[in-house]
């Protein structure tokens, strides 16, 4: 499974992926994740040309008019067109997401069905007020939705979908079975010791879960659920 990211700024992805199990993951090669950045596919203004550090712009004004600014389209575009290049030139196993509020509500069932059906994934993080929406006119893509509110960026839903996904990916969890959703998980877990003393007051392990009877602990946890 390889993750495409679209982003200005790789390293908010990058940090979250260099640790735990998803670095190890990528180390590992269970998962590949690259990043394009769309000021990369931009040429400095004339006023930036001989600077060591010149400003690459890629947002502009919205039609229309309203407060903010608005990603280009052709940066987006060319970042794509990169991005398709290194796939693993399967049209039908390359899926592209558009993170949108109004999109497809991002579940564990779209997680299987994603890790299953296809093996790359371009993820686009919009910032500012979005992307130009012609990027949609040229790409097939999907709009999909982590939630019912709004973000400064689509680099936070980003890391949602590849954290999810690649759970869903043989290898990338020690063990395969220890997915939650495939196995009765309460919401609430304890660990030793079994006493816990807090302020003078004990806090105790239910106890069910020291019985021993699998059934009944099977039962407690899925009235948790």
């Keep these: 499974m390889q993750f495409h990211v679209i982003t200005l700024f790789p390293d908010l992805v990058g940090s979250y992926l260099s640790e735990s199990i998803l670095a190890r993951a990528i180390k590992e090669k269970k998962i590949k994740v690259s990043f394009y950045n769309p000021r990369d596919f931009v040429k400095p203004n004339k006023s930036q040309k001989g600077k060591e550090k010149p400003y690459l712009r890629v947002d502009e004004k919205?039609?229309?008019?309203?407060?903010?600014?608005?990603?280009?389209?052709?940066?987006?575009?060319?970042?794509?067109?990169?991005?398709?290049?290194?796939?693993?030139?399967?049209?039908?196993?390359?899926?592209?997401?558009?993170?949108?509020?109004?999109?497809?509500?991002?579940?564990?069932?779209?997680?299987?069905?994603?890790?299953?059906?296809?093996?790359?994934?371009?993820l686009i993080c919009g910032r500012y007020?979005?992307?130009?929406?012609?990027?949609?006119?040229?790409?097939?893509?999907?709009?999909?939705?982590?939630?019912?509110?709004?973000?400064?960026?689509?680099?936070?839903?980003a890391m949602i979908l590849i954290d999810s996904i690649?759970?869903?990916?043989?290898?990338?969890?020690?063990?395969?079975?220890?997915?939650?959703?495939?196995?009765?998980?309460?919401?609430?877990?304890y660990t030793r010791p079994e006493v816990f003393t807090y302020k003078g007051k004990d806090y105790k392990v239910p106890k069910v879960l020291l019985s021993g009877n699998h059934k009944k602990i099977d039962e407690w946890r899925a009235k948790g659920i």
Excluded: C, W
């Design 129 to 157: 007020e979005g992307v130009d929406a012609r990027i949609k006119k040229i790409f097939k893509m999907e709009d999909v939705s982590i939630g019912p509110f709004v973000l400064t960026g689509g680099e936070i839903p």
């Design 62 to 122: 919205p039609y229309g008019g309203g407060p903010g600014m608005v990603m280009q389209a052709e940066p987006v575009v060319k970042a794509i067109e990169k991005a398709f290049k290194k796939t693993q030139q399967k049209v039908k196993k390359t899926k592209i997401v558009f993170f949108s509020p109004a999109g497809k509500q991002f579940d564990t069932a779209y997680a299987k069905t994603a890790a299953k059906k296809y093996t790359d994934i371009i």
């Design 166 to 189: 690649a759970r869903q990916v043989e290898g990338v969890l020690g063990n395969f079975d220890s997915r939650e959703e495939e196995r009765i998980a309460s919401h609430d877990v």
